[in-house]
């Protein structure tokens, strides 16, 4: 699952034999920067050689226990990784043999994250004035971080809701994921330091004008700290620090505002006022809708008084 150099553990518990069964990708989805897999894998995967992966790979087993065996050009390493074990990858590596028995009769359940190499080079170089030449992951197995366990599980919960995907969701969790691998997973210890306080009232009232502006687009993240003069994970920060609210969350927050008022204020279909402030999926529209004023897009259209409690 992971190539490693973390401490061999020893074996706890006699492995359970059953059948091989094919490993395959449950949920895929592709970002700007990240791409994200739900993956069962095999009940039994015999000694296999893995390739090096293009790309940093953070994987969570989402699911089940297994009992695992790395051998590369060192000794051979084994692990008993269990549900919320994490593992983690560096680009262009070295091939190894892997192989793995499941300790349970649940198929093993994991997410992977594949994060790209040019956000991790440009992530190190703005936030902590790394040579990203020079930067190299600390590879390992059943690591501890409740924060890349964290992110990797609240990814791995969007792309279950297709519909819900949010690119500046997901770009915002990308930024955090570099920004930890290079402070806490890097061969050589790299600082990030940490901006206090809040935006400038200036700073934060062109933010607010280019979200209006834009309702009906995609909003990056990037556009975002740029209006801000900040890079994305500084201005991600200092914004929350500001508003009480991430980005996506004062993003959401304005559109469905707006939705409120188009509905109250025209006579656009429910499918057009999702257009125009920026949902091609109805039903995703529909639920935050819901969830913002207490009832559904096509009550509040039928009933305008329904807009006094909102």
């Not at 349970?104 to 703005?126: E, G, H």
């Not at 508003?243 to 505002?257: A, H, K, W």
């Not at 639920?287 to 509040?300: D, I, K, M, S, V």
Request: charged share 20%; with cysteine; aromatic share 6%.
């Amino acid at each position: 699952m992971a190539h490693s150099h973390s401490p061999a553990l020893p074996p706890t518990a006699q492995p359970l034999v059953l059948p091989t069964t094919e490993s395959h990708v449950l949920r895929r989805r592709r970002y700007a920067h990240l791409e994200v897999r739900t993956c069962q894998e095999a009940l039994h995967l015999p000694p296999t050689q893995v390739q090096p992966v293009a790309e940093t790979q953070i994987i969570v087993l989402t699911a089940g226990a297994m009992r695992m065996e790395l051998q590369d050009d060192g000794p051979r390493r084994s692990y008993q990784a269990q549900t919320g074990d994490l593992f983690l990858t560096g680009p262009h590596g070295q091939a190894y043999e892997q192989s793995w028995t499941s300790l349970v009769a649940q198929a093993p359940r994991c997410v992977s994250l594949y994060l790209s190499n040019q956000l991790l080079a440009l992530t190190a170089a703005t936030e902590s004035g790394a040579d990203a030449a020079q930067v190299k992951l600390r590879e390992g197995s059943c690591i501890p971080d409740p924060l890349l366990r964290q992110l990797s599980l609240s990814l791995a919960q969007e792309l279950e809701t297709p519909e819900n995907q949010s690119e500046l969701y997901a770009d915002t969790a990308a930024r955090m994921l570099a920004v930890q691998l290079v402070r806490q997973h890097c061969a050589r210890s790299y600082q990030v330091p940490e901006y206090r306080g809040k935006l400038l009232p200036q700073r934060l009232s062109l933010v607010r004008d280019y979200v209006q502006a834009h309702l009906a687009e995609p909003i990056l993240l990037e556009s975002l700290a740029a209006e801000a003069c900040l890079s994305p994970y500084h201005f991600c920060r200092l914004f929350k620090q500001t508003t009480g609210q991430s980005p996506n969350q004062y993003v959401i927050q304005q559109r469905m505002e707006r939705a409120v008022h188009l509905l109250r204020s025209t006579d656009h279909s429910v499918t057009q006022v999702a257009y125009a402030v920026g949902y091609r999926s109805l039903g995703h529209f529909a639920q935050l809708f819901q969830r913002h004023t207490g009832c559904a897009p096509t009550e509040f259209q039928r009933w305008p008084r329904a807009a006094d409690k909102v």
